[in-house]
């Protein structure tokens, strides 16, 4: 009866490497889709912040010409204006 109850061990301790295998590489596709996720969001963190900065050059472009500092800001209809405030307002 004990080589049975040996076998059945053997086979219990096979099955149970194997799930250990498997939780590895599950586990280590986990982190991997952490990392990538992190870079992910540092990326979008860094274009936002681009992003930002351009809009607050736009809109101080946008109140240069609105206050006819620009040369050519007189030039600009009265829908111009309005563009600049909708970028902003979007976004915010």
């Given at each position: 009866?004990?080589?049975?109850?040996?076998?059945?061990?053997?086979?219990?301790?096979?099955?149970?490497?194997?799930?250990?295998?498997?939780?590895?590489?599950?586990?280590?596709?986990?982190?991997?889709?952490?990392?990538?996720?992190?870079?992910?969001?540092?990326?979008?963190?860094?274009?936002?912040?681009?992003?930002?900065?351009?809009?607050?050059?736009?809109?101080?472009?946008?109140?240069k010409?609105?206050?006819?500092?620009?040369?050519?800001?007189s030039?600009?209809?009265?829908?111009?204006?309005?563009?600049?405030?909708?970028?902003?307002?979007?976004?915010?």
């Open positions: 009866m004990i080589p049975t109850y040996g076998r059945v061990l053997s086979a219990i301790e096979k099955a149970l490497w194997k799930l250990v295998e498997e939780y590895q590489g599950v586990r280590k596709s986990l982190q991997d889709l952490v990392k990538g996720q992190e870079r992910n969001t540092a990326q979008l963190e860094r274009i936002g912040a681009a992003m930002e900065q351009k809009w607050d050059w736009l809109d101080k472009e946008n109140r010409e609105e206050s006819g500092d620009d040369a050519e800001g030039k600009a209809g009265p829908g111009e204006s309005q563009k600049g405030g909708t970028l902003s307002s979007v976004f915010c």
